[in-house]
């Protein structure tokens, strides 16, 4: 029974133990001192050296207990925190005063300090002022001397917390006398040329005169006459004239009227009056020219001479030249005559024209009626016409001789047979059927028979045209005899010979007269003097007074102060010292550092990773139990 | 009298089957391999987006739980659990990975780090010389033999699985500076892993250099030679490869 009992009590003692037993470290711990330190950040190593050394000390000499060992240790928890510390603190008393106290409060919270300062605190209290303002104040000029009506009826006038103030002053007044002074400098009355510099002057001039109060200055005007030289021009009018004769008479009239005092004429240049000349003139040589301008030359008074000289070449015995030639070397030997003779030709030719045909036909061509034919002249010289029978027309551009119709028909009846026969109704004509006709122009052949008519010839300077009625034409035969040639000379000829061109502007100056002279003659001017009015001054009082009111006022006084913050990094240590007991023999005392848990570096303590119970223990006491019930239960049923 | 006796017989079969009953329960729930192993055979250098992604994600919904950031194996072993990860390095050590409070915890990453991106991975689990702790199975690398037979340590992210070589196993009781992150520069980190590897406990042959991306597991130890001390953590420090 007393095993059961003892299985009993273990049991208890093991259900009843603290869960938290089997962690080692942490059970037999607790604080031992804990507290907290705010020190400047950098003396946090200095005060962890005070723990230290506290953790030293208790370790050599508390470091037994009753049945354990104590260990302590110190942990540190620091936070860092600023603070803000005042220097340089001003304190500034505001010279102004104010009204209230809010108008105190107001400006402090206006004011900007100057960084680093930053404004502090402030204080505003209370100030009275005794205060006298003056009411009243003003000069009143006494009837008597001594003013003494005037200061008692001020007197009258005040209230408790007023005072009259006076002086009473001796002055003078003006009185009813008057006195006049003319403006003078040494004893002469100085007279003023115009009203303008009179007033000038009056209105800054201030006389003064003994026992008289100035009053004002007046302006005075007064005639004054002189002797003045006038010119001719002043006193005349026109002083210029176109005649130096005129000037004179003019002049002589002035001098018979008036006091002379100096005359003279004077000749002015009258551009409007100038002569000009220009022109170009020719001569034959140099000699001619400089006798001309020898001749033409003029004074500077004169005038002016501007000639510009050049030689050129000048033609004359200018005419055109004309001349028929039979041959091209006539001609050619005329011309060359000509320059031979001191000729220049200019523009000559010889030109090669028909002179008109000879009469000896050459050839021929028929042409039916019509009313207009057009023969060009390169093949046509002469055309026959052929109307009715019997007879002929026969036109060509100049008339024929008589030995040359005689030939025309000669060879036109050669050459108008056998084989080379154009014209079957023309053969062997005879001179007698022909009527001859010549020149561009109409020709009325109607008296040759009433089957003839007119016909005109006309030439476009290529061609031969022909217009007639086509019932006056049986037809027409237009044909080439031979042409005689001419030689035509034309062009104009000349001689040349060297000439001076003189080209000149003559200017032959204009002039007008000037009468200058001057005389004496009387002038009336007006002046001006200036006038001083002064009044006689007498004597008499003037009281001058002030009625002052006296009052408190209260006032409000501003005082503040400003500083350079300074913010500090301080350090708020939260410590704790613990004591760890351990059963003697545990523990590595011995090789201790003092440090304990606390651990300064920057890592942190390892995890408690060790773990312990006497779970053994607790087993062996659970398994004894039960054999030690099983027995018991056993034997007590085996006894019943 | 029978009938008193009766009713103690009774009680006494009651408190028996009670205390069974809670044992089993007891095994049950606080077995590790209960709530935390997985099963997954998870294949190395697969070119497929999806394929790691879709393995974690299949991994957070068995635990319902979107903390699970990767998933831990030992080669030539069948341990292959889930790594977690918490805004701090408390929850864990006492939360499983399905969020159920208990002292036993889970496998998790050191809230500091990025498990695709960092360079230096830390890994925490409970361990304990009673039960079977998450990682119990580190006080096996001890044994030089163990160590031979199981030098490579995999980590499969949702993008990649990496794989680790170990090159330091050893106890630390009062520098904790293997719990630093951040180097100013590529000799004070070679420095720094150099000097995690000069404490092995035994020779690894491992080059190191300042390139190296390494990965700690930490625990607490049970080793007998470090029973007096108060902090004695075994770290299996690895490098990838």
């Not at chain 1, 217009?467 to 080439?480: L, M, Y």
Request: overall charge negative.
């Amino acid at each position: 029974m007393k095993k059961f009992k003892l299985f009993i009590f273990t049991l208890l003692i093991c259900m009843v133990l603290p869960k938290n037993i089997m962690a080692l470290e942490k059970d037999f711990c607790s604080v031992f001192d804990k507290g907290n330190e705010v020190v400047d950040v950098n003396a946090v190593n200095d005060y962890e050296n005070v723990l230290i050394q506290r953790v030293n000390d208790l370790n050599e000499n508390n470091g037994k207990g009753y049945l354990v060992t104590y260990r302590y240790s110190y942990d540190m928890n620091i936070n860092k925190v600023t603070d803000e510390e005042k220097t340089n603190i001003e304190n500034i008393k505001v010279e102004d005063n104010f009204n209230s106290y809010d108008d105190a409060l107001a400006y402090y919270n206006n004011i900007v300090v100057q960084l680093p300062f930053v404004k502090g605190g402030y204080k505003i209290s209370t100030l009275d002022i005794p205060v006298v303002t003056t009411e009243e104040s003003g000069s009143i000029e006494c009837n008597s001397l001594d003013c003494s009506n005037e200061i008692e009826q001020l007197n009258k006038k005040l209230s408790d917390n007023q005072q009259l103030n006076y002086s009473i002053v001796p002055v003078q007044v003006e009185g009813t006398e008057k006195e006049y002074v003319v403006y003078k400098v040494n004893d002469e009355v100085v007279l003023f040329n115009t009203m303008e510099e009179a007033n000038e002057f009056a209105n800054t001039y201030v006389p003064t005169l003994n026992g008289y109060s100035f009053v004002v200055n007046t302006i005075n005007p007064i005639s004054v006459t002189n002797k003045v030289n006038k010119t001719y021009k002043d006193l005349i009018g026109n002083n210029v004239f176109d005649t130096y004769d005129e000037a004179v008479s003019k002049l002589n009239e002035f001098n018979a009227n008036y006091d002379v005092t100096s005359k003279k004429i004077i000749s002015i240049r009258d551009e409007s009056k100038d002569i000009i000349d220009s022109d170009v003139l020719t001569f034959n040589t140099m000699e001619e020219v400089n006798e001309w301008i020898s001749e033409n030359k003029l004074s500077s008074d004169e005038g002016i001479l501007e000639t510009e000289i050049t030689s050129e070449k000048e033609k004359y015995d200018e005419s055109t030249i004309s001349g028929e030639f039979s041959s091209q070397a006539l001609a050619e030997n005329y011309l060359e005559q000509l320059k031979n003779d001191g000729y220049v030709v200019s523009n000559g030719k010889i030109t090669q024209v028909s002179d008109g045909i000879t009469g000896q036909v050459l050839s021929g061509k028929s042409f039916p009626s019509a009313s207009e034919y057009v023969f060009a002249t390169d093949n046509t010289n002469f055309i026959l016409i052929k109307q009715g029978s019997g007879h002929f027309a026969v036109w060509t551009e100049k008339p024929l001789t008589d030995d040359e119709k005689n030939l025309f028909v000669e060879s036109y009846n050669t050459v108008n047979s056998g084989n080379n026969k154009f014209d079957g109704s023309t053969t062997n004509i005879n001179i007698s059927e022909i009527t001859w006709i010549d020149g561009y122009k109409s020709f009325d052949l109607s008296d040759l028979g009433n089957n003839w008519g007119v016909y005109e010839f006309t030439s476009d300077g290529e061609n031969i045209i022909l217009s007639c009625d086509s019932s006056k034409v049986s037809h027409v035969i237009r044909g080439f005899a031979q042409e005689d040639i001419k030689y035509v000379v034309s062009g104009t000829k000349y001689k040349e010979r060297d000439v001076y061109k003189v080209k000149y502007n003559k200017v032959i100056y204009g002039y007008k007269y000037e009468i200058d002279a001057t005389a004496l003659v009387d002038e009336i001017t007006t002046k001006y003097q200036i006038s001083s009015e002064f009044v006689k001054m007498e004597n008499a009082s003037k009281l001058n007074y002030s009625i002052d009111t006296s009052y408190i006022n209260t006032v409000y006084k501003l005082e503040y102060t400003k500083y350079v913050p300074v913010i500090k990094e301080m350090a708020s240590i939260d410590w704790v010292i613990i004591r760890c007991e351990y059963p003697y023999g545990n523990g590595d005392v011995n090789n201790y550092d003092g440090n304990g848990n606390g651990n300064n570096s920057d890592y942190p303590n390892p995890p408690q990773t060790g773990f312990d119970m006497n779970l053994s223990m607790i087993i062996y006491v659970l398994f004894g139990g039960i054999l030690l019930i099983s027995y018991k239960a056993c034997k007590l049923i085996r006894n019943n | 009298m029978i009938n008193r006796k009766k009713g103690v017989i009774y009680l006494v079969i009651l408190v028996i089957g009670i205390l069974i009953f809670g044992l089993i329960y007891w095994y049950w729930n606080y077995s590790s391999g209960n709530y935390l192993y997985i099963d997954v055979d998870i294949k190395n250098d697969i070119d497929d987006a999806n394929y790691y992604k879709d393995i974690i994600n299949e991994a957070r919904n068995k635990y319902n739980n979107n903390d699970v950031k990767g998933i831990l194996e030992i080669e030539n072993s069948d341990y292959i659990v889930p790594i977690m990860q918490s805004s701090d390095n408390d929850y864990y050590l006492n939360h499983t990975p399905n969020n159920e409070e208990s002292f036993m915890g889970s496998i998790y990453l050191d809230y500091r780090v990025d498990i695709d991106r960092s360079k230096k991975l830390l890994i925490y689990g409970h361990n304990s010389s009673n039960v079977d702790m998450p990682f119990s199975i580190l006080e096996e690398f001890y044994d030089k033999d163990y160590y031979e037979n199981h030098k490579f340590i995999a980590i499969t992210t949702s993008t990649t699985k990496k794989r680790y070589e170990i090159f330091s196993v050893y106890v630390e009781t009062s520098d904790f500076s293997y719990m630093d992150i951040t180097f100013d520069s590529d000799s004070e980190y070679l420095d720094h892993i150099e000097k995690l590897k000069s404490k092995s406990m035994y020779d690894t042959d491992v080059t190191l250099s300042s390139n190296d991306e390494i990965l700690i597991l930490q625990t607490c130890s049970e080793h007998p030679d470090y029973r007096n001390y108060q902090k004695k953590y075994l770290l299996i420090i690895l490098r990838r490869v």
